[in-house]
């Protein structure tokens, strides 16, 4: 049987016992029927990632008792991914695929050509903590509240890299720009920025090209729909700049443990 890996709130010890929510109480006894005793693996973004083992309450209510560590918590990339929000079902799929490519937040930014108004921000964040649990990160992306584009560049955090993809042409190719960059600039906190289908507005290119660290990017002779260029500037970033330069042994060596039958 498959190990359950859930995101938990609870601080993680051995011996620590970690209340399970509704949903995920439900979703273990009634969806995946694990009775007494069922493994898991848990993690909560900063304590490291936990073998646990389920332990029925009642009728309806679950807790974890928390065994050994399978995993320290390691440091992530800094990396915002600033978008445009796009219609219900393609914002959903950057919310998923943008915690797959490691993006620590997703900001959504409301500009002049933006057609969706309401982002639902419990359901991005409940597709972010589906797909950390499924991607198997150590953390969740924090999802914030929409805000405006100029007024997110006009607090524009001194020292973070605004990388900006700009289909009007106005900048070099993304892999030219990122692997050209020095060390000191591959540590520094970073942001990818993208546009709605409309693109960005002449006022709101003027403004991102006025940020001090901002470097603007072309992706390439075709126009691509704002969530392909979403998932094509995350993994060219993570590929040039972030953690997809490290080998990943965690996968290779112990990809079998987290998934033999037990
Ligand atoms: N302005 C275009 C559509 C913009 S596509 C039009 O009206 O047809 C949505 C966003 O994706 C853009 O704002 C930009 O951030 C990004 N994008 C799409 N294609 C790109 C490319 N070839 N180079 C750089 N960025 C691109």
């Not at 959504?108 to 499924?134: W, Y």
């Not at 002779?221 to 997809?244: E, H, S, Y």
């Amino acid at each position: 049987m498959s190990v359950s890996r859930l995101f938990v709130d609870a601080d993680l010890a051995e011996g620590a016992e970690a209340e399970l929510d509704e949903a995920q109480a439900h979703y273990l006894r009634h969806v995946m029927r694990r009775s007494e005793g069922a493994l898991l693996s848990l993690f909560n973004g900063r304590d490291g990632e936990w073998r646990a083992t389920l332990a029925l309450r009642g009728k309806k209510a679950a807790t974890a008792l928390v065994g050994q560590r399978t995993r320290p918590q390691t440091a992530e990339p800094d990396l915002w991914l600033c978008f445009a929000p796009v219609k219900r079902a393609r914002i959903d799929y950057i919310a998923e695929k943008a915690t797959e490519l490691g993006a620590s937040v997703l900001q959504p930014v409301t500009t002049q050509h933006t057609i969706v108004e309401r982002v639902k921000v419990d359901r991005l964040r409940a597709n972010a903590i589906e797909a950390a649990e499924q991607t198997e990160r150590l953390s969740v992306p924090e999802v914030r509240e929409p805000v405006d584009l100029m007024s997110l560049l006009g607090a524009w955090p001194a020292g973070r890299r605004l990388l900006m993809c700009d289909e009007t042409g106005g900048g070099p190719p993304i892999a030219e720009v990122l692997g050209s960059l020095d060390e000191a600039a591959r540590a520094a906190p970073w942001a990818i920025v993208v546009g709605p289908e409309g693109g960005f507005a002449a006022a709101e290119l003027e403004a991102l090209r006025r940020i001090k660290d901002v470097t603007a990017v072309g992706l390439g002779p075709r126009i691509l729909r704002a969530d392909t260029a979403v998932l094509a500037a995350l993994a060219v970033w993570q590929a040039l700049v972030g953690d997809w330069r490290r080998p990943t042994p965690r996968l290779a060596a112990d990809y079998r443990t987290s998934r033999e039958p037990v």
